[in-house]
């Protein structure tokens, strides 16, 4: 990747002529005011030193609620692996080690059952690719992709904060606040949270700085990673199309015009892949409606969340999960307005996270894992929070991380160990 620094100056120096022109320019695609110069990123080296710490920033905060969760889940009798393999990861391990089935059950109604047809194929690929090349067991092999994968995404936070005109202390902010987030364990554990998040965040860099060629390879990955890649492609998409209307004519263009046709090439070749196992093309979708992740334009949302808001069904819905359920829907949609007020955010930032809080209200199937789906997206979000919590004194900064850190962790082995349903 090219340092983010290739848009602006350093920090207290003048900016080169090429930086100068790029930051011109970066209104034309954000549709916003320009970053202050002050707030710009340093030489490449220092960019990348910079972004290095966030990393560690990262690493110990993570590494803080993963060794939380994996005590409190010990204390209830559970060994690691055991937690480990919870839920999607044992999904995802599962394809790994045997493959996908070669056909989808259906129950005596005519109606699919739930099939591991339904994963996209990136992730088990790494996690295999990863534990033939290691001798790693298959678990821990899962184990390092995330964490590899959670830490180029962080770097990634970090470049994009200071992309849109964060400071420093703003990025590292943005950083800790998503490593400790009450979902975090996502990027833990052998989820496809980890991978997904570092394709979306470098392809909306890639985007802001108008590397189209670099923005739709990334979108592939992203595609091969999870079906929600369609709000990545939706992004890339609007802001191609957006800088072919604006260099109508120009030699340049081509790129923008790869970056529209191919964005969706990464979900498409995943559809058909994953329909080839079974011998029909829609194979996905079919395999898909057992769990009910259709898309119904809040109808199921709205249902769900009355039942919450009315303490229906206790025992099941009624814990923990209700209030983050509850919290994503109220406050993703007002952070979204939030962002969309803040002439600092480019609007390629609010298009994604709006599109991604659409189509998590717009489809029904697991409800209480909303909070989970939108962790990739949350350091778009976290922008609104990073920046005065950057002001604050080291000690509240240093006892906010560990205490999120200690919470995420304890949280995290309730929901892989305690709670009913997938988290």
Known sequence: MKAVSRLTSGPSGP?????????????????????????????????????????????????????????????????????????????????????????????????????????????????????????????????????????????????????????????????????????????????????????????????????????????????????????????VGLAAGWELVRQRGSRSAWRAWVALLTAPLGIVASWLFLGSKVGRVDGWFEAERAWGQSFDFGAGTAHVLKDMLLYRHAGRVADLRTAAVIAVLVLGAVGVWALARDRRVPWPLVATVALAWVLIVGTPGSPLSKPRFMLPFLPVLLLLAARPLARAPLGVRVCLYGGGAVVSGWYAAGLLVLFEGSP
């Open 15 to 235: 900016a080169s002529p090429s930086s100068a022109a790029l930051s011109a320019s970066a209104p034309a695609v954000a549709g916003r005011p320009a970053a202050k110069a002050a707030a710009r990123p340093g030489p490449p080296a220092y960019a990348r030193y910079q972004a290095a710490r966030a990393v560690a920033l990262y690493l110990v905060v993570a590494a803080v609620g993963f060794a939380v969760m994996l005590l409190v889940s010990r204390h209830f009798g559970r060994a690691p692996e055991v937690v480990l393999r919870r839920w999607d990861s044992g999904h995802y391990l599962h394809i790994a080690q045997h493959g996908y089935p070669g056909e989808i059950p259906y129950g005596p109604d005519g109606e699919p059952k739930f099939s591991r047809l339904a994963f996209f194929p990136l992730v088990p690929a790494l996690i295999r690719a990863v534990h033939l090349m290691t001798g790693l067991p298959v678990v821990w092999a899962g184990v390092v992709v995330s964490w590899t994968a959670a830490c180029v995404a962080a770097a990634g936070v970090f470049r994009l904060v200071r992309a849109v005109g964060g400071r420093p202390g703003a990025g590292y902010a943005c950083v800790a606040l998503w490593a400790c987030s009450p979902y975090a364990f996502a990027l833990w554990v052998p989820y496809s949270e980890a991978v997904f998040s570092a394709a979306l965040i470098w392809t909306l860099l890639a985007v802001l700085e108008r590397r189209w060629l670099t923005a739709a390879a990334l979108c592939v990955l992203a595609g091969a990673v999870r079906p929600s890649a369609s709000v990545v492609v939706g992004t």
